[in-house]
């Protein structure tokens, strides 16, 4: 525990303050990171959002830092020198600093003369004293018990992990006075926080020592040869003046420096920028739960360490960037081809209707009234339409007959109505003699001017032939000739068919196959009563609103009306093309993903080795203060930021290729150009298929860094400090 303003606070219930705040740790080799400069080493305690001293502005951060730096005698041109370019000396200054720059109440020193020469020695032990007599408390662990003696108000010797001795010395304008005994001052031990996962074995309460974050007993020292822990007491609380309870410790006020006045300033004192700098300052400002970081912060420290493995980023971001310019591209494949099939499949005949019949062989009755009813109330469906053909002749001069395949149509026939009409209408009158004839029929019938037949009347020859063994023998025993007029002509229509009044269509198949003897009147009047009850309904067309109505339509009929009936849907026949779409699908974008899965898996393990290679950097940073949300953050990010390189460079170059790959596919079938305009190619690249891409790239590529992460965020400051730094 420890006393602030006359409150007994635990430590274990907010480690992160205590972190931030209360302590500053100077370690035994400096512990910089390399990467930074020397005031943004300073600095860190400064982005800590529990820290006092914490701003968002990072000029502030850079003046408080400046200021702590020059305070302790730093030169100004080292400043941005990296820890590389500075003397131990220097280096040690700096790491002094950042423990100081928060204002903590209690500075920790663990040898820090240890890899310094005499002189540095000296004006290092100089300097901390001089930070005691400011109020900063200082406990140092130390070999160099005689450059201490003129500083230190307590000196406790340690062997073996346990304490040996304790001298009490008064410092008065130069002279030491002696107070020393062989049993430890109790009033002076930290008790344990028995919150904490650990327990200490209370037989040997004395051979440990506690780290100084509360999170993790170090073990025992090793070494034989004793070792002084010199004390040096804030000079605003004296030993005398405030002695603590065992298990106590005493908080401070924070030493403030004079000229440090920046650190003191809340950012919005400090600026109060407005417009865009508002806006940037908010988003920097972004932080995430559990981080004690802006996001921002976080994500640059994460792209800085990046860095620092270039070969590993880069061959990550290509293994990754191919799977997903793979996966785009086989998408928008994928994607083309559904386009693709769906317009020819528009183009199929009759591809929005269903056709029933039933099989006369089979002794099948014919279609009733009440059954073509239910189908005309079928679900879903815009007409109905008896459907009867038959082979029948046409000429405009004798000496050049025609034989058409004539379709029964009615008005507004959605079949007729889907073509192309180029002259003429297509709307046909169920009661009359009119047709609807294709380009090519009529150029057959009138080859000097086909299109000149529109309003014309040409004539329909009806022959009836007897039964004979064979078909050379058969003769027409029976000869009709009727006028017909012609309406309309389109481009083209399915397998060149002709489309006539219903009406007329059924007597023409009447007469041809003999079921009725029946004639129409002088004035071609068709009495529908004459009409056998097998034409009437030989067949019946039903349309629906749309391919994919008709598909269910033709599945529900079948499973509900059973087997009476036989069906035809014109799309069944590219129906297969759908199924090995779904199988490509899974096939191709399989590879891609597997392509993507492999570059996670280097991240993973590139991770992994980095979080066992900079274990001694990342208990730096907990014992800085920073929260395990931080460190699992800045591990994260490095993936997410290798997934976005790769998936945004990625998709730009699916972007380019896309084009290219549809010049040389339309190039290859000029005969389908019209179709890959309409749909956008082959290979159509949609916003919604790139921003999926992109976000199973981010999402695979931090599930790969899920663990390394979280694997980071569990080592403690002293799991850390036990390894060397690189």
């Known amino acids: 525990k420890y006393l602030s303003n006359g409150e007994f606070l635990s430590i274990a219930e907010d480690t992160t303050w205590f972190r931030q705040n209360f302590i500053g740790v100077v370690f035994q080799s400096f512990h910089l990171f390399p990467r930074l400069q020397a005031w943004q080493n300073v600095a860190i305690p400064l982005k800590l959002d529990r820290c006092e001293r914490f701003t968002i502005d990072s000029s502030q951060r850079r003046a408080a830092a400046n200021t702590e730096m020059g305070r302790l005698g730093l030169a100004k041109d080292r400043f941005d020198r990296r820890p590389v370019h500075l003397s131990g000396g220097e280096r040690q200054r700096v790491a002094v600093a950042r423990a100081l720059v928060k204002g903590p109440s209690l500075l920790l020193a663990d040898e820090p003369t240890g890899n310094l020469d005499v002189e540095n020695k000296q004006n290092l032990i100089d300097m901390l004293g001089e930070l005691a007599r400011q109020g900063t408390a200082v406990v140092m662990v130390t070999h160099d018990e005689e450059y201490i003696r003129g500083h230190a108000d307590r000196i406790i010797r340690l062997q073996d992990g346990e304490i040996v001795s304790e001298e009490r010395l008064t410092q008065t304008n130069g002279a030491v006075a002696r107070d020393e005994t062989n049993a430890p001052d109790q009033s002076t031990q930290v008790a344990e926080d028995k919150s904490e996962n650990h327990e200490s074995d209370p037989t040997h309460e004395s051979s440990k020592v506690k780290d100084p974050s509360g999170e993790q007993e170090a073990a025992p020292l090793e070494s ?37 006045t920046t650190a003191e300033r809340s950012p919005a004192e400090a600026v109060r920028p407005g417009g865009a700098r508002q806006v940037w300052n908010k988003v920097k400002g972004i932080q995430l739960p559990g981080c004690s970081q802006r996001l921002f912060d976080l994500a640059a420290f994460a792209i800085r360490d990046a860095r620092e493995s270039s070969v590993s980023l880069v061959s990550n971001v290509v293994a990754i960037l191919f799977g997903t310019v793979l996966t785009v591209l086989l998408i928008a494949l994928l994607t ?23 099989d006369y062989s089979t002794g099948e009755t014919p279609i009733t009234d009440e059954e073509f009813e239910t189908l005309q109330k079928w679900p879903n469906a815009t007409a109905t339409v008896p459907n009867i053909q038959q082979f029948c002749t046409f000429y405009l001069r004798e000496t050049r007959p025609t034989v058409v395949t004539l379709v029964s149509a009615e008005a507004k026939d959605p079949e007729v109505q889907r073509l192309n009409a180029v002259d003429g209408t297509l709307d046909i009158d169920p009661g009359g003699w009119e047709i609807v004839l294709p380009e090519s029929v009529a150029a057959e019938i009138d080859n000097f001017n086909p299109q000149g037949l529109v309003g014309k009347e040409v004539t329909l020859q009806l022959q009836r032939y007897e039964r004979a063994d064979t078909p050379q023998e058969a003769k027409p025993s029976q000869t009709e000739k009727f006028p017909v007029q012609v309406v309309g002509i389109v481009s083209d229509s399915p397998k060149d068919r002709v489309y006539g009044s219903l009406n007329m269509v059924r007597f023409i198949r009447d007469f041809s196959t003999g079921r009725s003897d029946y004639l129409p009147d002088q004035k071609g009047t068709i009495d529908v009563s004459q009409i056998s009850e097998r034409t009437k309904y030989e067949g019946v067309r039903i349309h629906f609103s749309d391919p994919l109505a008709a598909e269910s339509a033709n599945s529900d009929m079948r499973s509900e009306l059973g087997s009476r009936y036989e069906y035809y849907w014109a799309g069944a026949e590219m129906q297969y093309l759908r199924d090995v779409q779904v199988v490509a699908f899974i096939v191709m974008v399989g590879i891609g993903l597997i392509t993507i899965t492999a570059g996670s898996i280097s991240i993973f393990n590139t991770l992994r080795a980095s979080v066992a290679r900079k274990t001694s950097e990342i208990g730096i940073l907990r014992a800085l203060g920073v929260t395990r949300g931080d460190i699992f953050v800045i591990y ?15 998709i730009l170059v699916a972007w380019l290729i896309a084009p290219r790959l549809n010049a040389a596919v339309t190039q290859k079938w000029e005969n389908l150009g019209e179709v890959f305009a309409l749909t956008g190619g082959l290979f159509a690249l949609t916003g919604l298929s790139v921003f999926g891409v992109f976000a199973v790239v981010l999402a695979i590529c931090m599930l790969a860094a899920v663990i390394p992460s979280w694997l980071a965020a569990q080592k403690t400051p002293m799991d850390a400090l036990r390894l060397p730094t690189e």
């Open 636 to 650: 994260l990010s490095q993936s997410l930021i290798v997934g976005f390189l790769a998936a945004s460079f990625g």
């Open 224 to 260: 034989t040869e004793p070792t002084a822990t010199a004390v040096m007491e804030s000079g605003e609380v004296s030993a005398d003046e405030a002695e603590p309870q065992a298990g106590e410790l005493i908080k401070s006020a924070p030493a403030t420096s004079t000229n440090d």
């Open 336 to 358: 083309g081809t559904d386009r693709f099939i769906e317009e020819m499949m528009r183009r199929v005949p009759g591809i929005d209707a269903v056709h029933t019949w039933v």
